[in-house]
């Protein structure tokens, strides 16, 4: 399970940085403490902010953005 949870990091890059996910992951297998907890707790994004990053609605869906590099 923690596997898949760390996958999650991918959605978190554009928002705090590869250098900040990838230290949330170190911390995470760590610790054992999850992803969600440790991006609040480091106060990289709010709790609301990081719900809505972290939907599978908003990960499931393509962004306007790619739909034209994909047409």
Known sequence: MQKVAIA???ALNPH????NAATVVKESLKTGK???QIVIA??????EQ?????ALEQMST???SIEKRLS
């Not at 705090?16 to 250098?19: A, V």
């Not at 480091?42 to 709790?47: C, D, E, Y």
């Not at 990081?50 to 972290?54: C, D, E, F, I, R």
Request: no cysteine.
């Open 8 to 10: 999650l990091v991918t």
């Open 16 to 19: 705090i940085g590869y250098l």
């Open 34 to 36: 999850s992803l969600p």
């Open 42 to 47: 480091k106060k990289l994004m709010g709790a």
């Open 50 to 54: 990081l719900a809505k990053v972290l």
């Open 62 to 64: 393509m962004r306007p």
